[in-house]
């Protein structure tokens, strides 16, 4: 199993404080993965398998490419312009947690240190626009 083989540094990252969702970005696995291998750690015992129910949607022949990473570039490319992450959730129809994911995976190198370091990734602050600014104002009486 694959997360035998990461269960060193999953404890390890989870022992410096970092959450399951951040080890799983920056190892670049599932959540799932990680919950195992915290099982198999706290237990001893391998997890029961799972059945993957998405795998058997694809074409065959053609692979699986999650949606968060088919959206990685345009969600990084609209973030650093200074969209919120609900806006983009918003836009691109989509949870936002989801495009958090698609964010972090296009910036992997920076999720994997900061789960390394047990502490949340740096992500660029949003930027109020002067028209969400005018709306938000209270009109005057």
Do not use: C
Request: aromatic share 6%.
């Amino acid at each position: 199993m694959r997360y035998e083989v990461l269960l060193p540094e999953i404890v390890k990252m989870t022992q410096a404080g970092s959450g399951i969702d951040l080890i799983a970005r920056a190892l670049r696995t599932s959540a799932y993965a990680v919950r195992d291998a915290l099982h198999l750690h706290r237990t001893g015992q391998h997890p029961p398998r799972r059945i993957d129910k998405r795998r058997r949607q694809r074409q065959p022949g053609q692979p699986f490419v999650p949606k968060y990473q088919r959206i990685a570039a345009e969600v990084d490319r609209r973030r650093k312009a200074g969209e919120g992450f609900d806006r983009l959730a918003r836009a691109m129809k989509v949870s936002r947690g989801m495009i958090v994911r698609a964010y972090d995976f296009a910036n992997r190198g920076e999720a994997a240190t900061a789960a390394r370091e047990g502490r949340s990734p740096p992500r660029p602050p949003y930027k109020w626009s002067e028209e969400s600014r005018a709306a938000r104002r209270k009109p005057r009486r």
